[in-house]
Every structure is written in structure tokens, then in C-alpha cells.
């Protein structure tokens, strides 16, 4: 892709370091990563066939056996398990399903302390999870850090210190970091304060969690095909019928985890825009480079502004460094070579220099996109269909790693017809608005996006964005 005349300056600073980066997510760099699964040739039959196998569809098929052993649970994906976003994320794992606490308590005021309880159980049933099926996913309980730097209008700071109020509220493990305690713990001359959330977040490597969910599901039983897409569903008695290109699958009840990409069911496409997100890591920092930075505390760090960054240590001591650009293509596109955008790449690399001037020198040595499923309301939402045979949960927007976990979980409530605390609320039952049909949606998010940059270089929120807040709609990376 060519860059536009922003972007020239940019080539000229900082395109040096990503001369030699591969485009393609580190996380897949390794010798563990399973066998594939052969495809699907015959007719299936099974109680519940999930249709995805991210986070959300592995968790899905795990919790049915661990719900009912006796279940038999068949899993087909398009690819190869990890091969989207559960692959290929930033390993930020985080125990809002609200997208952050500021969005739950703007959306669910009534229950947004409950929904954060529930997300704290969520975070810790996948601690459990992940020790009890031995899942070796580098898995640092080390907080995050939101941090408010020079880059942006002062405001920010305030609304962090807001937000450090109200964790308060709630009473949550929280420290406030003025500029110079921020730049104790990470050492950029851009930080101006930070707002380190302590047990509420941990860091994975996202491929190695996806592949460990992949096992641990095989393990109780649940059969798993890959290069299997599901190409359409139709009605079968009282069940559901699944037409793949080489096979079929008859199953009682069907889970759909598709995320961001063509919905099964027509009326989910309302409410889901799929955005590009990207990301690159750095070749293993030296000790000296490392001292430079500090970070002995690990934390995940991201900045606050609506083009947000985030960014962490890996095991090995690279940092991964990603966000900012959220790239939504005209009809929702969706297709592997909307991973690779040198324009983002050139940006971010420019981006990590302002941040760590100290590291000038340092290089990438992988870089690459994936998609997430934006909706209107920031956060998963859950649907049925054909009187209770099918469900589906996505919506993500972006925070999913932790949060998918407790959607596959209220999706297996909706299936089984069960009642829980979380089914009770309006964060389940509601649904997100729509967005509206082409060109109406790329025109708004286009709208959008240049309104929040224009927001977090002036401070200012304009008569768009007022006007998306008044009906509920956003758009968000
Ligand atoms: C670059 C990037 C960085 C991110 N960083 C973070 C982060 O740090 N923290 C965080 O919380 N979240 C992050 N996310 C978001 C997070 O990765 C997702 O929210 C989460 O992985 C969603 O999981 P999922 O199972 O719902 O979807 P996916 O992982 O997208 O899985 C969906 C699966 O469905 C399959 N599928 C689709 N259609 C069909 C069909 N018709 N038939 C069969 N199979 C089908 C696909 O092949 C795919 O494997 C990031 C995302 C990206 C792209």
C-alpha cells in the first residue's frame, strides 16, 4: 500500500528499523505449535457442533464436557485452530467484559460492580483452567498500566484520575502513579501519570493459550476439524444441519464463535463491523536496553487516548507494540491480505521511537494484523435463534482474550435453557445498536475515526461524536 504524504516524514524516521521485519505474527515462531486436524469428509452427528475455534469456541466446546462429559461436542473451523485473532493477539488479558469500567458504567450503571465481580471470577476460572490442563502459555499475572503521556491533551490525565476514583469505588486493587512514580516503573519522557490496575490482568501468549485450549478440549473428547468451513445451516428435525464443503455435521444444538468474519446467520451482520487491528515486536531487548526502560514490574502497558497503543514485555524480553490504527474496509472486508498495512507499520514503529527514544537502534522482527468484531456497544453480546437450537456471543471489540471465556459460557446457559446470575442481567439480554447498511457505515465509521483524532489531539469531542453518545453508538478498536 502507498503511503500518503502524512506519512513520508515517518518513511524517513523510523521505516530503517522495520527493514528486515517478517509480516507475520511472532507468536506463530514456535516449535510447539500441534499438528493440524484432518478435514471434515463425512456426515458428523453430535449434541452441539461449534462453529469457530478461537478462544471463544474452545472455551465453549471445554466447558460442554466439563458441564456433561456424557455430551458429545464436535468443533469444526474454516483454518487452523489460532489461525485469526486468538492467534495472533497482543496476550493483554484483562477481566472486563465491558470493554473498561468507564464503558460498562456508562452503558450498565446498575450493574456494572457485579459485572466486574463476575469478570474477576472469569479471570480466575481461567488461572484455574490454565493450571489444570498444564497450559504452558508464559502466564504473568503482572496488572496492566494505563498511562496518560505528553501526546495528548491534558484532559486525559484527568479523566485516568477519574477512572482511579472510580475503581476505587469499587473497590479495586488500584494504584495512582504521578508523572515521576509512572517513569519508576517505565521510563518514557512522555509519561505524564498512570493508573496500574494490580490483579485484574495478566499476560499470555495468546498462540500457545489458543493451541492449550485446543489439547485440553481434545482431551475430554470433543472432536475438532479444521479446514472445515461451515457454509450454510439449515433446519433437521429438531436439530440443526451443517453443510461444510466436504461433509456435513447433523448436531442438536449449534454454538456459533465466528467473530469478525461472514456471519452464518444474516441478522448478526447488523450489529458486527470487521476492523483491522495491528501489531509488531521488537528483536530481544538487551540487558542494557532493558535497564534502560526499567519495567522490572511487567506489566502490560496502554495509553488512553481513542487511538489508543498497548504494549508489553514478551517472555524473551522483545516488546510487542500495537494499536492505534483501527482499519475498517469498505463492506466490512475481511481477507488475509488486509493483514499486511506497511502505512500502520510505519506509524506505529514512529510511535514506539517518540515513546522509548532510548531504544533507537532497536529493530522489528515481525509485524502483522488480524480482525476483530467491532459493535456498537464496545462489548460481547449474546443472541438465539431458531428457537433455542442456535446461539452465538461476539462483539469483542477488541478485549477478548479474557472475556471470550464468559461468553461461551452464558452462550452454553442460552443452549442448555439454564438460568444464572449472568443471564439475569441486561448486559446479556440487551443487544448492541446497528449499524447502519452500506455506504451509511464506512461513511460513520470513517466519520468516526477522524472525529476521535481530532479528539485526542485537541480535547475537544465534536457535534458527531456528542451526537453518537446521545444514541449509544460508537466505534472503537
Ligand atoms: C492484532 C490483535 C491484537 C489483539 N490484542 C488483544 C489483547 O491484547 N487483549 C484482548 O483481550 N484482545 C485482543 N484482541 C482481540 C482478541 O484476540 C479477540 O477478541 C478474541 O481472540 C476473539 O476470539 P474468538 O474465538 O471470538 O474469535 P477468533 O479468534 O477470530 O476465532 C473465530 C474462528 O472462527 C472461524 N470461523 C469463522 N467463520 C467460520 C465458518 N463459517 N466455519 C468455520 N469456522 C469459521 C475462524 O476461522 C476463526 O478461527 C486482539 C485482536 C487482534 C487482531
Redesign the pocket.
Known amino acids: 500500500m502507498a503511503l500518503d504524504e502524512q506519512d513520508a516524514d515517518i518513511r524517513e524516521l523510523h521505516l530503517e528499523a522495520l527493514a528486515d521485519a517478517d509480516p507475520y505474527p511472532y507468536w506463530y515462531e514456535d516449535h510447539d505449535e500441534p499438528d493440524s486436524n484432518p478435514t471434515l469428509v463425512r456426515t458428523e452427528t453430535c449434541d452441539l457442533c461449534v462453529?469457530?475455534?478461537?478462544?471463544?469456541?474452545l472455551w465453549t466446546a471445554i466447558i460442554a464436557k466439563e458441564r456433561d462429559p456424557s455430551r458429545d461436542v464436535v468443533l469444526?473451523?474454516?483454518?487452523e485452530i489460532g489461525?485469526?485473532?486468538?492467534g495472533?493477539?497482543?496476550?493483554?488479558?484483562?477481566s472486563s467484559l465491558t470493554h473498561g469500567v468507564a464503558n460498562g458504567q456508562a452503558r450498565f450503571p446498575e450493574e456494572i460492580a457485579l459485572l466486574e465481580e463476575l469478570g474477576l471470577k472469569n479471570l480466575n476460572d481461567i488461572e484455574a483452567a490454565i493450571a489444570r490442563y498444564g497450559i504452558d502459555c508464559d502466564y504473568e499475572r503482572t496488572g496492566v498500566i494505563d498511562v496518560a503521556t505528553t501526546a495528548h491533551p491534558p484532559s486525559y490525565l484527568d479523566e485516568l484520575r477519574d477512572d482511579h476514583q472510580q475503581l476505587r469505588n469499587l473497590g479495586q486493587k488500584v494504584e495512582w502513579l504521578d508523572g515521576a512514580a509512572m517513569r519508576a516503573q517505565v521510563s518514557s519522557p512522555t509519561y505524564t501519570g498512570g493508573l496500574w490496575r494490580k490483579d485484574r490482568a495478566a499476560l499470555v501468549d495468546p498462540a500457545r493459550l489458543v493451541w492449550g485450549l485446543k489439547a485440553a478440549a481434545e482431551s475430554l473428547g470433543v472432536r475438532i476439524y479444521e479446514d472445515?468451513?461451515?457454509t450454510s445451516l439449515e433446519r433437521d428435525g429438531v436439530g440443526v444441519l451443517i453443510e461444510t464443503p466436504l461433509g456435513r455435521v447433523r448436531a442438536g444444538k449449534v454454538a456459533l464463535?465466528?467473530?469478525?468474519?461472514?456471519p452464518?446467520l444474516k441478522r448478526i451482520g447488523h450489529y458486527v463491523a470487521p476492523v483491522y487491528?495491528?501489531?509488531m515486536v521488537t528483536e530481544p531487548l538487551t540487558p542494557a536496553q532493558l535497564a534502560s526502560v526499567g519495567w522490572v514490574n511487567r506489566q502490560g502497558l496502554s495509553d488512553i487516548p481513542n487511538q489508543f497503543h498497548?504494549y508489553r514485555l514478551t517472555e524473551d524480553n522483545r516488546i510487542l507494540w500495537?494499536g492505534y490504527d483501527a482499519v475498517y474496509f469498505w463492506r466490512g472486508k475481511v481477507n488475509t491480505e488486509l493483514e499486511s498495512r506497511p502505512a500502520t507499520w510505519a506509524k506505529l514503529s514512529k510511535h514506539f521511537f517518540d515513546t522509548f527514544p532510548q531504544l533507537e537502534g532497536v529493530r522489528f522482527t515481525h509485524m502483522w494484523?488480524?480482525?476483530?468484531d467491532t459493535c456498537s456497544r464496545f462489548c460481547v453480546f449474546w443472541g438465539q435463534a431458531w428457537q433455542g437450537r442456535i446461539a452465538y456471543a461476539?462483539g469483542?471489540t477488541?478485549?477478548?482474550?479474557?472475556s471470550?471465556r464468559f461468553g461461551a459460557e452464558v452462550m452454553l446457559d442460552l443452549l442448555d435453557g439454564r438460568r444464572s446470575l449472568a443471564t439475569q442481567t441486561d448486559f446479556v439480554k440487551d443487544k448492541p445498536l446497528p449499524f447502519p447498511p452500506e455506504p451509511f457505515r464506512f461513511l460513520g465509521i470513517h466519520a468516526t475515526k477522524w472525529s476521535m483524532d481530532r479528539e485526542d489531539r485537541t480535547g475537544r469531542r465534536n457535534a458527531w461524536l456528542r451526537g453518537l453518545d446521545r444514541f449509544g453508538l460508537g466505534f472503537d478498536s
Open positions: 462453529i469457530g475455534g478461537g478462544y471463544t469456541g469444526i473451523d474454516a483454518h489461525s485469526a485473532a486468538s495472533r493477539n497482543g496476550g493483554f488479558m484483562e472445515t468451513k461451515a464463535a465466528t467473530n469478525a468474519f461472514k452464518l487491528d495491528y501489531c498497548y500495537g494484523g488480524g480482525v476483530i461476539l469483542y477488541g478485549l477478548g482474550v479474557a471470550t
